[in-house]
């Protein structure tokens, strides 16, 4: 069984950096695909930036320049580096695993870590 942890969030001013981590456990393959999604209050959850084993990286349009997702397949880890934050990136942060086994697409969610940019 896989499960995500993720660990990093907080308040922080505009402007200001936080770094995420996602720590996995169970069974993965650096094949997995492992990525951030983001939802903040009356919004549905959206991408936020995702990383495949070959190292393809995908960014949301509105974090394209200002965070950066890193992985570290011998610890089962995945990263998100935010910098230069806004208000409109306050939103609870949710690490995902997407996994293909036997012809069938696996998902996996971590509980959420909430990060908050405000003066």
């Known amino acids: 069984q896989v499960q995500l942890v993720e660990s990093g969030g907080g308040l922080v001013q505009p402007g200001g950096s936080l770094r995420l981590s996602c720590a996995a456990s169970?069974?993965?393959?650096?094949?997995?695909?492992m990525g951030w999604y983001r939802q903040a209050p009356g919004k549905q959850r959206e991408l936020v930036a995702a990383?495949?084993?070959?190292?393809?990286?995908r960014y949301a349009d509105s974090v394209k320049g200002r965070f950066t997702i890193s992985r570290d397949n011998a610890k089962n880890a995945v990263y998100l580096q935010m910098n230069s934050l806004k208000p409109e990136d306050t939103a609870v942060y949710y690490c995902?695993?997407?996994?293909?086994?036997?012809?069938?697409?696996?998902?996996?969610w971590g509980q959420g870590t909430r990060v908050t940019v405000s003066s």
């Open positions: 995902n695993l997407v996994q293909a086994r036997w012809g069938n697409t696996f998902t996996y």
């Open positions: 990383l495949t084993s070959n190292e393809d990286t």
């Open positions: 169970g069974t993965i393959f650096s094949r997995d695909v």
